[in-house]
């Protein structure tokens, strides 16, 4: 069956340039999230989505960063201006529902090269 | 500090040992989760918990909630199940926290 989809699987960019990240969740799953990990390092939350409620950007690193979502379909994470420090594999999961430990399907990742 | 700590951080075992893998974590959770992260760089979920035990196949995952402390449990491993095992604790506000996560090589 379909999985979370993310899009591309390998970006590499210069240093300065936005980059825009896809995540396609399972269909029907009201919540998704966004993390992030960097070669060697553990996951890292960015920000996660739950239906048409404020999205919680806790995680966010910095406000070159943002993610938006059209209701309950695609999300797509902006880096602005970006830094070699952005370079990491950013990760895409959803759930049925958010919250209180509901099981979450991740994506294959997109892996970002900053040159 | 990490507020979700692993334990070990690399693991060599020969094919057919008994493995556990620990999670400590600092404050209260509302689940504990544990993922698995293949060579690739796939994140498969494995277990969530938030109380007692939960058993798939040879994978067996137990959280003490007084203790603030999960385990997770291989039995009979096979060289397939090499991977980076994982565990996250999730908040009330649906914030995650992960450990730095445990490198396991099962030898044939």
């Known amino acids: 069956g379909a999985g979370v989809s993310q899009s591309p699987s390998n970006k590499v960019t210069e240093k300065g340039k936005d980059v825009e990240l896809r995540c396609d969740p399972i269909s029907g799953h009201t919540a998704l999230y966004w993390y992030r990990q960097r070669l060697g390092q553990g996951l890292e939350f960015l920000i996660y989505?739950?239906?048409?409620?404020?999205?919680?950007k806790s995680g966010l690193p910095s406000d070159r960063f943002s993610a938006e979502r059209t209701g309950e379909s695609v999300s797509t994470l902006t880096i602005q201006r970006t830094q070699q420090e952005d370079s990491a594999v950013y990760l895409c999961?959803?759930?049925?529902?958010?919250?209180?430990?509901?099981?979450?399907?991740f994506g294959d990742g997109t892996r970002l090269s900053i040159l | 500090k990490n507020e979700v700590e692993q334990s070990p951080q690399n693991l060599t075992a020969q094919e057919g040992e008994f493995i556990t893998i620990n999670c400590s974590y600092s404050?209260?959770?509302?689940?504990l989760h544990w993922l698995q992260q293949h060579p690739g760089g796939g994140i498969v979920s494995l277990f969530m918990l938030s109380s007692g035990k939960k058993k798939h196949g040879r994978l067996i995952a137990t959280i003490n909630i007084q203790e603030k402390h999960s385990s997770l449990h291989i039995t009979a491993s096979h060289p397939r199940d090499s991977a980076v095992y994982i565990c996250?604790?999730?908040?009330?506000?649906?914030?995650?926290?992960f450990g730095a996560g445990t490198r396991l090589t099962v030898k044939p």
């Open positions: 999961a959803s759930s049925l529902v958010g919250g209180l430990g509901q099981p979450q399907h």
């Open positions: 404050v209260g959770i509302s689940a």
């Open positions: 996250a604790a999730e908040y009330n506000n649906n914030d995650m926290r």
């Open positions: 989505f739950q239906g048409n409620s404020a999205p919680d």
